[in-house]
């Protein structure tokens, strides 16, 4: 049996912080361990795929950049972007790496469509777009069955930043965000709204059942 999810809503951290809480809670957790997603927004930061090439940080100036071990290239997280972090055992839900991609893409494509916004995936760009511009970033690691990271979904931020990167490594990539298209964000709203579509989309056990934190897990190095 899936125990029921664990929601962590974190507010604002440091990217650091929470990419190091992320590995320390994945190396320990068991075979029982219920599976998170933490809700979480950072401070400007550049941080840097497993696949990224220098040459796409065009002009970091006076922003943090810092090398993950996601997948993907380079992209932005700052003020007013949602980020979630996905942290599910994968085999105990029965999917593959493509099944989860899939799951996090279709969820945020719902989510844009309860609010009147046409959105879609691309097969070799992994993502959320609007037209040809691109909403939400999708970014994630497997190991043990077991991933970590997760998405960004643009909602009401500064896009200047992205102008200093080539996102995702696609130079010119053109980016948005929710509040070009729909003027008032309920951001409580749109929270619950996201995470009831993911943990429909994962197979999750129903968000009203999840336990609700708001500080990372306590494990140390």
């Not at 929470?18 to 997603?37: G, P």
């Not at 002009?59 to 979630?84: C, K, L, M, N, S």
């Not at 993502?127 to 511009?133: I, L, M, T």
Request: with cysteine; charged share 20%.
């Amino acid at each position: 049996m899936v125990p029921p999810v664990r929601i962590r809503n974190l507010g604002q951290v440091d990217y650091l912080d929470c990419y190091h809480a992320m590995q320390r809670w994945t190396d320990a957790r068991q075979a029982d361990t219920a599976d998170e997603l933490w809700l979480v927004e950072h401070p400007p930061v550049f941080t840097q795929g497993l696949a990224g090439k220098a040459e796409h940080l065009l002009e970091a100036g006076d922003i943090p950049v810092v090398q993950a071990d996601r997948g993907g290239q380079i992209t932005y997280h700052g003020p007013g972007q949602r980020v979630v972090y996905v942290l599910v055992d994968l085999q105990r839900l029965g999917l593959g790496v493509r099944d989860l991609v899939t799951a996090i893409e279709q969820a945020l494509i719902r989510l844009l469509a309860q609010h009147g916004v046409v959105a879609h995936a691309l097969p070799k760009a992994p993502g959320v777009y609007v037209g040809a511009a691109k909403i939400a970033s999708l970014g994630l690691r497997v190991r043990r069955f077991r991933s970590y990271h997760g998405l960004a979904l643009n909602i009401d931020m500064d896009l200047a930043p992205f102008d200093r990167i080539n996102p995702c490594g696609l130079a010119g990539q053109a980016m948005t965000q929710l509040k070009a298209h729909v003027p008032v964000i309920d951001r409580a709203q749109l929270d619950a709204d996201l995470l009831a579509l993911l943990v429909e989309g994962l197979g999750l056990p129903s968000a009203r059942q999840a336990t609700i934190q708001s500080s990372l897990p306590t494990l140390r190095a």
